[in-house]
């Protein structure tokens, strides 16, 4: 795949994660983030899998969020790593808050699933 149509495609899945009511479409969990999924929060606290479905479940679905640069990096034939910063819509001024995340996007059985990501509080 051409890497800026992957690029796109792994921007819909990322947008998917944060964006979708994921109480009216679990499914989607499984359909994207991988078994042995772990992230980094904010705080730099681990957090499994669980925990963050938890998090995902519970989260907003109205909150819509801007990506600022969004670009991705191929680890290998399979793996990709994305960088970009993210935004809330009421601060849209990269200034004023966000973080900086990164993930690792795994593709196998022909389908892409998150395997890891951190995310990092800017001031």
């Known amino acids: 795949m051409e890497l800026n ?8 899945l990322e ?4 964006q979708s009511d994921l ?24 957090r499994t899998r669980n925990d963050v479905i938890n998090w995902l479940m519970c989260k907003d679905p109205g909150m819509h969020w801007a990506f600022k640069d969004f670009r991705i990096k191929v680890v290998s034939g399979d793996v990709v790593l994305v960088i970009y910063s993210l935004q809330k ?3 849209p001024d990269a200034g004023s808050g966000g973080s900086t995340r990164t993930s690792l996007w795994r593709y196998r059985n022909n ?13």
């Open 111 to 123: 389908q892409w699933k998150m395997v890891f990501h951190q995310a990092s509080r800017k001031n």
């Open 15 to 18: 947008l998917s994660l944060l």
């Open 89 to 91: 819509p009421d601060q």
């Open 23 to 46: 109480t009216a479409h679990p499914g989607l969990i499984d359909e994207l983030l991988a078994e042995d999924f772990e992230e980094i929060d904010q705080q730099g606290t681990i």
């Open 5 to 12: 149509a992957l690029a796109k495609l792994i921007q819909q």
